[in-house]
Protein backbone atom coordinates (compact mmCIF):
# COMPACT_ATOMS: atom_id res chain seq x y z
CA UNK A 1 0.00 0.00 0.00
CA UNK A 2 1.22 2.89 -0.77
CA UNK A 3 0.51 6.39 1.09
CA UNK A 4 1.66 9.25 -0.49
CA UNK A 5 0.78 12.58 1.62
CA UNK A 6 1.68 15.93 -0.69
CA UNK A 7 2.52 17.99 2.55
CA UNK A 8 5.42 15.32 3.85
CA UNK A 9 6.84 15.22 0.15
CA UNK A 10 6.83 19.29 0.08
CA UNK A 11 8.73 19.61 3.03
CA UNK A 12 11.09 16.85 2.86
CA UNK A 13 12.59 18.58 -0.41
CA UNK A 14 12.04 21.84 1.32
CA UNK A 15 14.14 20.74 4.48
CA UNK A 16 16.61 17.99 2.50
CA UNK A 17 19.32 20.85 1.81
CA UNK A 18 19.19 22.43 5.29
CA UNK A 19 19.73 19.65 7.22
CA UNK A 20 22.36 18.70 4.38
CA UNK A 21 24.15 21.81 4.96
CA UNK A 22 23.86 21.71 8.96
CA UNK A 23 25.44 18.18 8.86
CA UNK A 24 28.14 20.02 7.07
CA UNK A 25 29.04 22.74 8.79
CA UNK A 26 29.02 20.27 12.45
CA UNK A 27 31.40 17.93 10.51
CA UNK A 28 34.05 21.10 9.10
CA UNK A 29 34.03 22.72 13.20
CA UNK A 30 34.34 18.82 14.81
CA UNK A 31 38.13 19.06 15.36
CA UNK A 32 37.70 22.49 17.36
CA UNK A 33 34.21 22.71 18.54
CA UNK A 34 31.09 20.77 19.57
CA UNK A 35 30.75 18.25 16.77
CA UNK A 36 32.35 16.19 14.60
CA UNK A 37 32.25 13.02 12.20
CA UNK A 38 29.87 11.13 14.14
CA UNK A 39 26.86 13.65 14.60
CA UNK A 40 27.67 15.03 11.30
CA UNK A 41 26.66 11.25 9.90
CA UNK A 42 24.18 10.94 11.89
CA UNK A 43 22.63 14.11 10.63
CA UNK A 44 22.64 13.37 7.08
CA UNK A 45 21.40 9.84 7.63
CA UNK A 46 18.47 11.80 9.40
CA UNK A 47 17.61 13.64 5.72
CA UNK A 48 18.28 10.36 3.93
CA UNK A 49 15.22 7.99 5.77
CA UNK A 50 13.20 11.43 5.76
CA UNK A 51 13.31 10.29 1.83
CA UNK A 52 12.78 7.20 2.61
CA UNK A 53 9.76 8.34 4.52
CA UNK A 54 8.12 10.55 1.97
CA UNK A 55 9.19 8.57 -1.46
CA UNK A 56 9.03 5.49 -0.49
CA UNK A 57 12.50 3.07 -0.15
CA UNK A 58 12.49 1.77 -4.03
CA UNK A 59 11.97 5.25 -5.40
CA UNK A 60 14.64 6.66 -3.15
CA UNK A 61 17.06 3.95 -4.35
CA UNK A 62 16.43 4.94 -8.36
CA UNK A 63 17.60 8.70 -7.41
CA UNK A 64 20.33 8.01 -5.09
CA UNK A 65 22.15 4.98 -6.29
CA UNK A 66 24.80 4.46 -3.79
CA UNK A 67 25.62 1.14 -1.97
CA UNK A 68 26.22 2.30 1.46
CA UNK A 69 27.88 -0.71 2.34
CA UNK A 70 30.33 0.46 0.55
CA UNK A 71 30.44 3.61 2.51
CA UNK A 72 31.74 1.27 5.33
CA UNK A 73 35.72 0.24 4.07
CA UNK A 74 36.24 3.56 2.61
CA UNK A 75 35.61 5.47 6.00
CA UNK A 76 37.65 2.94 7.86
CA UNK A 77 40.69 3.26 5.31
CA UNK A 78 40.38 7.18 5.34
CA UNK A 79 40.44 7.17 8.92
CA UNK A 80 43.17 4.25 9.14
CA UNK A 81 45.18 5.92 6.92
CA UNK A 82 45.31 9.41 8.27
CA UNK A 83 46.17 8.20 11.90
CA UNK A 84 49.19 5.73 9.77
CA UNK A 85 50.90 8.16 8.01
CA UNK A 86 52.39 10.13 10.95
CA UNK A 87 53.75 6.84 11.96
CA UNK A 88 55.76 6.71 8.70
CA UNK A 89 57.17 10.11 8.92
CA UNK A 90 58.37 9.54 12.70
CA UNK A 91 55.27 10.61 15.30
CA UNK A 92 53.06 8.95 17.56
CA UNK A 93 50.12 6.85 16.05
CA UNK A 94 47.55 9.73 15.32
CA UNK A 95 49.57 13.22 15.30
CA UNK A 96 47.51 15.45 13.74
CA UNK A 97 48.78 18.65 11.93
CA UNK A 98 47.57 22.00 11.65
CA UNK A 99 48.21 25.31 10.06
CA UNK A 100 47.23 28.09 8.80
CA UNK A 101 45.99 28.97 4.76
CA UNK A 102 44.51 31.81 3.08
CA UNK A 103 41.64 31.55 0.94
CA UNK A 104 40.23 33.24 -1.96
CA UNK A 105 37.10 34.25 -0.75
CA UNK A 106 36.90 33.14 2.88
CA UNK A 107 39.98 34.48 3.98
CA UNK A 108 42.27 33.50 6.66
CA UNK A 109 41.42 29.76 8.02
CA UNK A 110 43.05 27.07 10.40
CA UNK A 111 43.53 23.80 8.59
CA UNK A 112 43.68 20.62 10.41
CA UNK A 113 44.46 16.91 9.16
CA UNK A 114 42.05 15.96 11.78
CA UNK A 115 38.98 16.67 9.32
CA UNK A 116 40.33 13.79 7.61
CA UNK A 117 40.12 11.50 10.21
CA UNK A 118 36.41 13.21 10.76
CA UNK A 119 35.58 12.35 7.54
CA UNK A 120 36.40 8.44 7.76
CA UNK A 121 34.05 8.43 11.09
CA UNK A 122 31.34 10.39 9.00
CA UNK A 123 31.28 7.88 6.02
CA UNK A 124 31.25 4.96 8.34
CA UNK A 125 28.01 6.18 10.79
CA UNK A 126 26.42 6.60 7.27
CA UNK A 127 27.17 3.48 5.89
CA UNK A 128 26.31 2.19 8.67
CA UNK A 129 23.01 3.44 9.84
CA UNK A 130 21.76 3.79 5.91
CA UNK A 131 22.65 -0.08 6.08
CA UNK A 132 20.56 -1.14 9.51
CA UNK A 133 17.79 0.97 8.48
CA UNK A 134 17.23 -0.50 4.85
CA UNK A 135 17.84 -3.87 6.40
CA UNK A 136 14.76 -3.22 8.90
CA UNK A 137 12.81 -1.47 5.77
CA UNK A 138 13.20 -4.26 3.64
CA UNK A 139 11.45 -7.09 6.45
CA UNK B 1 19.45 41.42 37.45
CA UNK B 2 15.83 40.79 35.83
CA UNK B 3 16.83 38.74 32.99
CA UNK B 4 17.76 36.25 35.38
CA UNK B 5 14.42 36.15 37.18
CA UNK B 6 13.03 35.93 34.05
CA UNK B 7 14.97 33.02 32.56
CA UNK B 8 14.89 31.24 35.77
CA UNK B 9 10.91 31.35 35.64
CA UNK B 10 10.98 29.93 32.14
CA UNK B 11 12.82 27.36 33.01
CA UNK B 12 10.46 26.13 36.04
CA UNK B 13 7.56 26.50 33.90
CA UNK B 14 8.92 24.14 30.90
CA UNK B 15 10.02 21.77 33.50
CA UNK B 16 6.44 21.66 34.51
CA UNK B 17 5.03 21.42 31.24
CA UNK B 18 8.00 18.65 30.84
CA UNK B 19 6.54 16.65 33.62
CA UNK B 20 3.08 17.13 32.52
CA UNK B 21 3.57 15.66 28.95
CA UNK B 22 5.96 12.70 30.48
CA UNK B 23 3.06 12.06 32.41
CA UNK B 24 0.66 11.24 29.56
CA UNK B 25 3.41 9.68 27.74
CA UNK B 26 3.45 7.10 30.88
CA UNK B 27 -0.51 7.20 31.45
CA UNK B 28 -1.72 7.98 27.94
CA UNK B 29 -4.39 5.29 27.15
CA UNK B 30 -4.01 5.70 23.39
CA UNK B 31 -0.99 5.76 20.98
CA UNK B 32 -2.43 9.23 19.83
CA UNK B 33 -1.64 11.06 23.56
CA UNK B 34 1.70 9.13 23.73
CA UNK B 35 2.18 10.45 20.09
CA UNK B 36 1.59 14.07 20.78
CA UNK B 37 3.20 13.82 24.49
CA UNK B 38 6.62 12.73 22.87
CA UNK B 39 6.56 15.40 20.18
CA UNK B 40 5.81 18.27 22.92
CA UNK B 41 8.44 16.93 24.75
CA UNK B 42 11.03 17.54 21.71
CA UNK B 43 8.98 21.07 21.33
CA UNK B 44 9.82 21.78 25.05
CA UNK B 45 13.17 20.36 25.33
CA UNK B 46 14.26 22.63 22.49
CA UNK B 47 12.87 25.71 24.45
CA UNK B 48 14.63 24.47 27.61
CA UNK B 49 17.91 24.46 25.49
CA UNK B 50 17.39 28.13 24.06
CA UNK B 51 16.18 29.69 27.41
CA UNK B 52 19.27 28.32 29.11
CA UNK B 53 21.89 29.48 26.84
CA UNK B 54 20.68 32.88 26.99
CA UNK B 55 20.56 32.12 30.73
CA UNK B 56 24.14 31.88 30.51
CA UNK B 57 24.99 33.77 27.93
CA UNK B 58 26.72 31.40 24.93
CA UNK B 59 26.17 29.70 21.49
CA UNK B 60 26.83 25.95 22.69
CA UNK B 61 23.40 25.00 23.06
CA UNK B 62 22.19 26.27 19.45
CA UNK B 63 23.27 23.42 18.02
CA UNK B 64 22.12 20.70 20.11
CA UNK B 65 19.09 22.21 20.47
CA UNK B 66 18.75 22.05 16.04
CA UNK B 67 19.89 18.37 16.16
CA UNK B 68 17.09 17.66 18.86
CA UNK B 69 14.12 19.37 16.69
CA UNK B 70 15.30 17.82 13.14
CA UNK B 71 15.04 13.76 15.73
CA UNK B 72 11.74 14.95 17.14
CA UNK B 73 10.48 15.84 13.87
CA UNK B 74 12.12 12.75 12.17
CA UNK B 75 10.41 10.30 14.76
CA UNK B 76 7.27 12.05 14.82
CA UNK B 77 6.71 11.51 11.35
CA UNK B 78 7.68 8.27 11.05
CA UNK B 79 5.37 7.33 14.05
CA UNK B 80 2.54 8.67 12.19
CA UNK B 81 3.54 6.95 9.30
CA UNK B 82 2.97 3.95 11.40
CA UNK B 83 -0.22 4.80 12.69
CA UNK B 84 -1.70 5.17 9.71
CA UNK B 85 -0.42 2.77 7.76
CA UNK B 86 0.68 -0.08 10.34
CA UNK B 87 4.23 0.11 8.72
CA UNK B 88 7.08 2.66 8.95
CA UNK B 89 8.44 1.93 5.19
CA UNK B 90 6.16 1.99 2.10
CA UNK B 91 6.09 -1.04 -0.17
CA UNK B 92 5.00 -0.53 -3.80
Redesign the interface.
Known sequence: MRSRSFILETVSRLVLFVILIFSLYLLLRGHNAPGGGFIAGLMTSATFVLQFLAFGPTNQRNILPINFRLLIPVGLLTSFTTGFVPLLLGKPFLTSAFGHATLPILGEIEWATAVLFDLGVYFVVVGVTMSIISAIGEE | MLINVVTNFALVVITICLGFCLYRLIIGPSFPDRLVASDTISTNTVAFLIVLSIKYTTQ?FF??A??IA??GF?ST??MS?FL??GS?????
Do not use: C, M, Q, T
Not at chain 2, 88 to 92: A, L, S
Open positions: VDALVILLVAKIGVFDRD
